[in-house]
C-alpha cells in the first residue's frame, strides 16, 4: 500500500505525468491544499518534454524546444517552480516555405492567414493567379461556419493556393495535422478572425498590432523542456505530494469509499483526474462506468511523427541559409518530411561553432511513418533535406525519436464532442491532456489547472 499523501484537504489521485497532470497536480497540492499523488507509468515525467545530450551538447529537445510566451500558463508554471531565471528565447530568424525553392513566410499572417495583400503581392510562393484570388477575399460574401472545417473555410476565403502553400504548411506542422480534416474552431485565433465578421482581411487589418511590451514570442528552460517536468514534479513533492513513476493504472472502480485504482493498490481517492493520452483515457473511463465518455473518447485520432536530429559539419553550411530559422514543406510536394528547423541557428545554446544541428520532422495525419525503420527514416530525411537545399549532408551524429500518436487530431465539432464527454463524466472523474483541450504547453497547462479546479474542493 502507498503512503497516503501529506495535506489536508481531499485526496486526489491523478493519473499522467505529462506537463497537464503534472500542472494539475502542482495547482492541488499548492492552490487546493489537495492530497495528491501522481502517476505516471513510465520512469520519467514529462511525456513529450525530453532532452537528452546530442551531438557533445548537453541537452537538445527530442520532442517540443519551446512555449508560446505570449499565452498565459506556462511561463507562471515554470516561474512558479523556480525555473523564470533561466527561460531562454530563440535568436531572432526568419522561416521559409519550400515550394520548388526557399521562399520567406510573408509578413502580416496571422498562423498562414493573410491580413493584408501588399506582402502577398510581392511572394514568389504564389502566383499571380493565387494572389488574385486571395486578393478578392473582402468582396466575397459570409462563408458559413456551421460545418467546422478549417480547410473548407480557408479555400472559400482565399482559394487553393494560399491554404496549400500558407495556412496547411503553417497550421499542420503545429498540429501534424491535414487542415482538410480538421476543426476550425480547435485554432483559436484563426477561429477569431472567422468570426469577427464578412472579411477575414478586414478582420485581420484591424487586429494587427506590435509586439507587446518587447515579449518574447516564444522561451524555453535553458536546460530544455524536460527540465520544467521534472522541476514541477520536485515542487510537488515539496509541497507534500507524491510523484510515483513506473507506476501503470490499470483501472478505476467506485465503492462506499471513493475510486480505487486497479495495478497501483492505492486508495481510495475523493477524485481523479485522468490526464493521459485518448487510448488509454478511454480503457480507464471505461473502467469507472463512463460508457459513454469513454467510447466518445476513443474515437479522437491521433498522428504519429518521428524527428532526426542531425550534426553536420558547421563548414559545409552554407551563408545562404544564414538567418533561417528553418522552412516548411507543403502538403501537394511532401514527400515523408513536413518541417525542418536549424536548430542551432534557432538557438544559441546549440551552437558551437563545429556543427549545425537540424531537427528533421517526418509524418502527419495521413502520412504514417512509424512502419519504417531508424536506416529507411533517416536515409529519408538526409536525402529529403539534402535535395530541398541543394547539399550533400554527411551527418556526423543522429538520433531518432519517435512519438506514436503524438497529436491528437481535432476533427470538425472536436468542441462539442469534449463537451459531451466531459458531461457523462461520473462525479469525482475529471479529464485533462491535449486529446481534449488543445497543442501545446500553455494550452496542456490551462487543461491541468481547469481539472484541478473542477476536483480540488
Known amino acids: 500500500m502507498t503512503t497516503p499523501a501529506a495535506g489536508g484537504g481531499r485526496r486526489v489521485a491523478v493519473i499522467g505525468g505529462g506537463i497537464s497532470g503534472l500542472a494539475c497536480a502542482h495547482a492541488l497540492v499548492v492552490e487546493h ?45 515554470a516561474r512558479a517552480v523556480g525555473l523564470g531565471d533561466s527561460l531562454v528565447a530563440p535568436q531572432s530568424g526568419t522561416a521559409a516555405v519550400w515550394w520548388n525553392g526557399l521562399h520567406q513566410i510573408p509578413t502580416g499572417l496571422m498562423l498562414g492567414m493573410p491580413t493584408g495583400v501588399a506582402a502577398l503581392s510581392r511572394t514568389r510562393l504564389l502566383t499571380w493567379r493565387g494572389k488574385a484570388r486571395a486578393a478578392l477575399e473582402p468582396l466575397l460574401p459570409t462563408t458559413s461556419l456551421s460545418n467546422d472545417a478549417l480547410g473548407a473555410f480557408v479555400r472559400a476565403r482565399f482559394g487553393n493556393e494560399v491554404h496549400e502553400r500558407l495556412v496547411d504548411p503553417l497550421i499542420g506542422s503545429i498540429y501534424a495535422a491535414d487542415t482538410d480534416r480538421f476543426s476550425l474552431t480547435a485554432v483559436s485565433q484563426v477561429a477569431d478572425l472567422a468570426a469577427s465578421g464578412r472579411s477575414v482581411l478586414v478582420a485581420g487589418r484591424r487586429r494587427r498590432r506590435a509586439p507587446v511590451d518587447g515579449t518574447p514570442v516564444f522561451l524555453a528552460p535553458a536546460a530544455g523542456l524536460e527540465s520544467m517536468a521534472t522541476a514541477v514534479a520536485d515542487a510537488i513533492d515539496r509541497a507534500g505530494g507524491t510523484v510515483h513513476r513506473s507506476m501503470r493504472v490499470e483501472a478505476l472502480t467506485a ?44 474515437t479522437i485520432d491521433t498522428a504519429d511523427v518521428v524527428i532526426i536530429t542531425i550534426a553536420v559539419d558547421a563548414r559545409d553550411w552554407p551563408r545562404r541559409l544564414a538567418g533561417l530559422s528553418g522552412y516548411l514543406v507543403p502538403k501537394p510536394v511532401q514527400s515523408l518530411v513536413t518541417a525542418v528547423s536549424f536548430g542551432s541557428q534557432k538557438w ?24 519504417l525503420d531508424d536506416t529507411q527514416l533517416v536515409e529519408a530525411a538526409v536525402t529529403e533535406v539534402g535535395a530541398q537545399l541543394g547539399l550533400d549532408l554527411q551527418p556526423s551524429a543522429v538520433r531518432v525519436s519517435r512519438w506514436p500518436g503524438a497529436f491528437p487530431q481535432y476533427r470538425p465539432h472536436h468542441a462539442a464532442r469534449v463537451a459531451e464527454i466531459r458531461r457523462h463524466l461520473p462525479d469525482g472523474i475529471a479529464v485533462a491532456g491535449a486529446a481534449f483541450d488543445g497543442i501545446g504547453i500553455p494550452a496542456c497547462v490551462r487543461s491541468g489547472l481547469t481539472a484541478a479546479a473542477r476536483v480540488g474542493t
Do not use: M, Q
Open 255 to 298: 465503492s462506499a469509499t471513493g475510486w480505487h485504482l486497479g495495478g497501483v493498490d492505492a486508495g481510495p481517492f475523493d477524485a481523479v483526474v485522468v490526464a493521459t493520452p485518448p487510448a488509454a483515457a478511454s480503457r480507464l473511463l471505461d473502467t469507472a462506468g463512463a460508457v459513454e465518455s469513454a467510447s466518445s473518447t476513443a
Open 348 to 371: 544559441a545554446r546549440w551552437a558551437d561553432g563545429d556543427s549545425v544541428i537540424l531537427r528533421i520532422s517526418l509524418g502527419r495525419d495521413g502520412l504514417p511513418v512509424l512502419h
Open 33 to 77: 491544499g489537495a492530497a495528491v499523488e501522481l502517476f505516471e507509468a513510465s520512469a520519467s515525467v514529462g511525456g513529450k518534454l525530453r532532452t537528452s545530450p546530442f551531438a557533445g551538447l548537453p541537452a537538445v529537445d527530442e520532442g517540443p524546444d519551446a512555449f508560446l510566451a505570449r499565452v498565459p500558463g506556462a511561463t507562471e508554471l
